[in-house]
């Protein structure tokens, strides 16, 4: 029952077949050191990642995640990762953390040590950042060029776009960028002028009563929050589409969402410096839908 907590992993092979995985997780002090200097992770950002939300002992999403874990793994050319022992190593780690309030699981997977036995995995457990006002205050967010024109993932698989890699440099820049021009987030454009992601979040928009997101079609990460957000919205009876947005849609949009697994939904009350319409009372009722999730 404590956080942080971090665990160690020694990845198997996707196609091993073992009963239990436990003698594959080492239990670390999260102070202790854990990774050698000839990490690729951390010299090269050479390795993918995923995080989850725990919210009071119930681990969200975990397939979605896993899945998207073994996208990024094959768009990376990284060894196939085992889903059984992630789903293992998971479970372990919420069985040991609080029952009660808000945890993010970050799960890695590493190319490993340079001409080492590659490659490495980790589990780190904390407390979530207290997210209550954001939710219910929303967020004032700038378009920032994201350099690629639409079409670049296909054109150019090396860039590695679509996969959730640890080289997240170029999305903390985009964030302090949009905090030197008073704003909190950012929403990534394409040089031709579609709405793609923000650093950390997906984009969901309301145009003419349906609500929309950008298809997932290589240059941006599939959210797993989005696609909640979109199963919600459907069982209440709203059209959902995945489709190209461009950004004067997204100017003259009846409301838009950042979504992610951590802070969920917050809404959009400002945009490139002019008031944006927000929809609080759905924002709420969102948040508390996928605050309740058990899955
Ligand atoms: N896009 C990017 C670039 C992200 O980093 C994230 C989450 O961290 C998302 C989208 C949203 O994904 P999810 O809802 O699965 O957290």
């Excluded at 340079?114 to 967010?141: N, Y």
């Excluded at 957000?229 to 709203?238: C, K």
């Amino acid at each position: 029952m404590k956080v942080p907590f971090t665990l160690l992993i020694d990845p198997v092979p996707a196609d091993s077949v073992q009963s239990g995985f436990e003698d594959t997780f080492h239990e670390m002090e999260s102070n202790a050191p854990a990774l050698r200097v000839g990490e690729l992770s951390t010299q090269r950002g050479d390795g993918i990642f995923e995080t989850l939300a725990v919210v009071n002992g119930h681990p969200h999403e975990v397939e979605p995640h896993i899945s998207r874990l073994n996208n990024s793994a094959r768009i990376c050319d990284l060894p196939v990762p085992n889903a059984s022992q992630w789903r293992a190593a998971i479970a372990y780690a919420v069985a040991r953390i609080p029952q009660q309030g808000e945890m993010a699981l970050k799960i890695v997977l590493s190319r490993g040590v340079e001409h080492g036995p590659a490659p490495t995995a980790w589990l780190h457990a904390a407390e979530a950042a207290d997210f209550t006002r954001v939710r219910s205050t929303g967020v004032s967010v700038i378009t920032l060029d994201r350099g690629y024109p639409r079409g670049v993932a296909e054109r150019a698989p090396w860039l590695l776009m679509g996969a959730k890699t640890l080289s997240y440099a170029v999305n903390m820049a985009a964030i302090r960028e949009a905090h030197r021009r008073g704003a909190n987030d950012t929403i990534f454009v394409t040089t031709d002028g579609y709405v793609m992601e923000g650093p950390t979040s997906s984009v969901v928009l309301r145009i003419d009563g349906e609500y929309v997101t950008p298809a997932p079609s290589g240059a941006i990460l599939h959210g797993t929050t989005q696609q909640s957000m979109f199963e919600y919205l459907r069982a209440q009876g709203a059209a959902v589409h995945y489709r190209d947005i461009a950004v004067d849609e997204l100017r003259s949009a009846e409301a838009a969402w950042l979504v992610s697994s951590v802070r969920l939904a917050v809404s959009i009350v400002a945009l490139d410096g002019q008031l944006f319409p927000a929809d609080l009372p759905l924002t709420g009722a969102l948040n508390a839908y996928l605050l309740a999730r058990t899955n």
